[in-house]
């Protein structure tokens, strides 16, 4: 593994991206799903590789986006995996350190919810996942000790068990801490809390935890 950052950019709503110039200089190299391609070209961004059936995009937005990228492979609509999965398999034969995931919520529940499940894929590579849209950032977390970081653009902080059990949770630093507490799928215990200091920690012994920062529309 290297110091890589990928960028993938889905084919979510456009409304629902943020704005992909600010992470320009983090991201080292953008893949397009279908047509996420379109997005990252008409961010002035340098597209690496397009991936997909393409069919959300026309005739001409597709010969705009060959005309911007090296690797284009386009694939029949009927296949075993979505557009986004095979954009990550491409990610993952690079080896990067860090994968931002960008246009893969606010779209089809069906989507939206599998794409976040894919952090779990990448969890599991020892890979850094993330999915950020305008209004949340997403984080698939183990066991151990994290520290967080107040971000005013995402002031909100909650937990979601991604597991059906996590155990052992201790906030500090937030407005409401925690100590040693257990959560379960449907539990609201750990939704809407903020730092109280400019950085605070969690952790927790057994489970997996979904981090989400957002902020009002």
């Known amino acids: 593994m290297n110091h890589l950052t990928i960028g993938i950019v889905g084919s979510g709503p456009e409304k629902a991206l943020p704005n992909l110039t600010t992470y320009k200089d983090t991201v080292d190299l953008w893949i397009g799903a279908d047509r996420g391609a379109l997005h990252i070209i008409d961010s002035g961004l340098k597209l690496f590789e397009a991936v997909g059936d393409f069919d959300s995009v026309a005739s001409e937005e597709m010969r705009r986006i060959q005309c911007k990228v090296n690797n284009f492979n386009k694939l029949p609509s009927e296949k075993d995996e979505t557009d986004l999965e095979l954009a990550l398999n491409k990610a993952f034969e690079l080896h990067p350190e860090t994968i931002l995931l ?15 499940q894919l952090l779990y894929r990448i969890l599991e590579k020892g890979i850094n996942g993330k999915i950020i849209d305008r209004q949340n950032q997403l984080v698939l977390t183990k066991p151990g000790t994290h520290t967080i970081n107040r971000d005013p653009d995402y002031p909100y902080i909650s937990f979601v068990p991604f597991s059906e059990i996590v155990e052992g949770i201790t906030l500090k ?45």
Request: glycine share 10%; hydrophobic share 30%; with cysteine.
């Open 173 to 217: 630093g937030f407005y409401y801490p925690l100590e040693n507490e257990t959560i379960t799928w449907g539990s609201t215990l750990c939704i809407s809390n903020e730092l109280s200091r400019e950085s605070g920690n969690f952790s927790y012994r057994r489970g997996i935890l979904l981090l989400i920062k957002s902020r009002d529309s």
């Open 102 to 116: 960008f246009g893969v919520t606010a779209g089809r529940k069906d989507h939206e919810l599998i794409n976040i």
